[in-house]
């Protein structure tokens, strides 16, 4: 991801600096000179790092992945140890008497 953001922004300053040798040098040029480069950058980006960004796309989906596969196979989870608690109390029979208070929480 590092890697394509470098190239990134490599082009826009490589647009920039072409665009001010073109002659877009005065101060009241100055905002065209970076939308200029801006929209420039974008095309040639789009084009010229089509396989990067296929590259990285890829790289996050395998991290997203990975961390799922991760997280299912965890037994420490809130759904876990839910389950666990739901278990043990089905399995335990009811010694509370109809006398006794229920349980609060805090």
């Given amino acids: 991801m590092v890697r394509y953001t470098l190239l990134r922004m ?18 009241t040029e100055l905002p ?3 939308v ?10 789009a084009v010229v790092l089509r396989p990067f960004r296929a590259e990285m796309i890829q790289q996050i989906q395998d991290r997203q992945a990975a961390k799922e596969n991760a997280r299912s196979a965890r037994t420490d989870t809130d759904e876990a140890v839910e389950d ?10 009811l010694a509370k008497s109809a006398d006794e208070e229920p349980e609060t929480f805090r």
């Fill in 10 to 27: 490599m082009i826009f300053f490589g647009c920039l600096a072409l665009l001010w040798l073109v002659g877009l040098r005065e101060p």
């Fill in 32 to 34: 065209w000179l970076v």
């Fill in 36 to 45: 200029g480069a801006a929209l420039a950058s974008m095309i040639i980006s």
């Fill in 84 to 93: 666990a608690a739901r278990e043990r109390s089905d399995a335990a029979p």
